[in-house]
C-alpha cells in the first residue's frame, strides 16, 4: 500500500526558507518521478515541481522557478522540496504524489502559510 507522508510545513515570514519533505513506502520508490502540487485558498490544485526517478530533468511550475528546488534521496526513500524566497501567494497546502499503473497516490498534505 502506498503511503506518502509530507512534513515540515508551517508559518513563515515573507521572504524566509522552507524545507518540505515527503517519507514515502509501499512502492519502489526509485523506480518513480515524484511530484509536489499544491492547492491554495480557492484555488485548484496544481502541479509545483517534478522530478523523475534518477533525479534529472527537473520540472517546475513558472511560479517558483528560481525560488523553488525539488531533490531526492532514494536510500531514503524521500523527496524534499526547497523553499526560498517565499511569498504571501505561496500559501497553500503542500502535497507529494507519485503515479503507478495509471492511478496518482497523494500524502494528506503539509500546510504553508507565508504571513508577517
Known amino acids: 500500500q502506498v503511503q506518502l507522508v509530507e512534513s515540515g510545513g508551517g508559518l513563515v515570514q515573507p521572504g524566509g526558507p522552507l524545507r518540505l519533505s515527503c517519507a514515502a513506502s509501499?512502492?519502489?520508490?526509485?523506480?518513480?518521478?515524484m511530484r509536489w502540487y499544491r492547492q491554495g485558498p480557492g484555488k485548484e490544485r496544481g502541479l509545483v515541481a517534478a522530478?523523475?526517478?534518477?533525479?534529472?530533468?527537473?520540472n517546475y511550475a513558472d511560479s517558483v522557478k528560481g525560488r523553488f528546488t525539488i531533490s531526492r534521496d532514494n536510500g531514503k526513500n524521500t523527496v524534499y522540496l526547497q523553499m526560498n524566497s517565499l511569498k504571501p501567494e505561496d500559501t497553500a497546502v503542500y502535497y507529494c504524489s507519485v503515479r503507478r499503473f495509471g492511478a496518482r497516490s497523494w500524502g494528506q498534505g503539509t500546510q504553508v502559510t507565508v504571513s508577517s
Open positions: 522530478i523523475p526517478s534518477t533525479g534529472g530533468d527537473l
Open positions: 509501499g512502492f519502489t520508490f526509485s523506480s518513480y518521478e
